[in-house]
T-cell receptor
Framework: RKEVEQDPGPFNVPEGATVAFNCTYS??????FFWYRQDCRKEPKLLMS???SGNEDGRFTAQLNRASQYISLLIRDSKLSDSATYLC?????????FGQGTELSVKP | DADVTQTPRNRITKTGKRIMLECSQT?????MYWYRQDPGLGLRLIYY???????NKGEISDGYSVSRQAQAKFSLSLESAIPNQTALYFC????????????FGPGTRLLVL
């Protein structure tokens, strides 16, 4: 079993849609959780950290369920500029472990 | 100026050649990392260093070596390049705080013919 598994993509959605990405992880000792965004083979950039209480940053909401070892990212009112690959990432022993990413394409 | 820089940004080389990829950072972070990214496989850790005298193998270290010359510099070498080392290589840094995430350089595209 992979340490981090994400929804297979690509997700193709119209502008204004709400889209949700899911991610599961296998190691319960994982310390921290993040969502990264990666554009067109550029470097991954931190989108947001994920906290057990859930957290929101504008149109983006992240949730963590430690009991189920599950992380989610919700994007509301999708914009064309949200088109990218979203990487689910956890931190374990000082190292980051990446999911393979889910591609999002927002269409006009 | 970028906080994490990588040189070269693009490189084409031939099988059997030795090649070095350089990473420099101005963030003052202690920890540095090298990853490779292949389509459909996500990022995989090659080597990492938590301090100048510290070198650790990652998930896929075979065929690679590293050198941490200073806090700000971490080099990745391919001793004898082979075609399946064609990939996008990223350097990253992080501070000692275990809750902090990592910050990536712009990447080096390597093609081994």
């Amino acid at each position: 079993r992979k340490e981090v598994e994400q929804d297979p993509g690509p997700f193709n959605v119209p502008e204004g849609a709400t889209v949700a990405f899911n991610c599961t992880y296998s190691n319960s000792a994982s310390q921290s959780f993040f969502w990264y965004r990666q554009d067109c083979r550029k470097e991954p950039k931190l989108l947001m950290s994920v906290y057990s209480s859930g957290n929101e940053d504008g149109r983006f909401t992240a949730q963590l369920n430690r009991a189920s070892q599950y992380i989610s990212l919700l994007i509301r009112d999708s914009k064309l500029s949200d088109s990218a690959t979203y990487l689910c990432v956890l931190k374990l022993g000082g190292k980051l472990i990446f999911g393979q990413g889910t591609e999002l394409s927002v269409k006009p | 100026d970028a906080d994490v820089t990588q040189t070269p940004r693009n490189r084409i080389t031939k099988t059997g050649k030795r090649i070095m990829l350089e990473c420099s950072q101005t963030k003052g972070h202690d920890r540095m990392y090298w990853y490779r990214q292949d389509p459909g496989l996500g990022l995989r850790l090659i080597y990492y260093s938590f301090d100048v005298k510290d070198i650790n193998k990652g998930e896929i270290s075979d065929g690679y070596s590293v050198s941490r010359q200073a806090q700000a510099k971490f080099s990745l070498s391919l001793e004898s390049a082979i075609p399946n080392q064609t990939a996008l290589y990223f350097c990253a840094t992080s501070p000692k705080d275990s809750q902090e995430t990592q910050y990536f350089g712009p990447g080096t595209r390597l093609l081994v013919l």
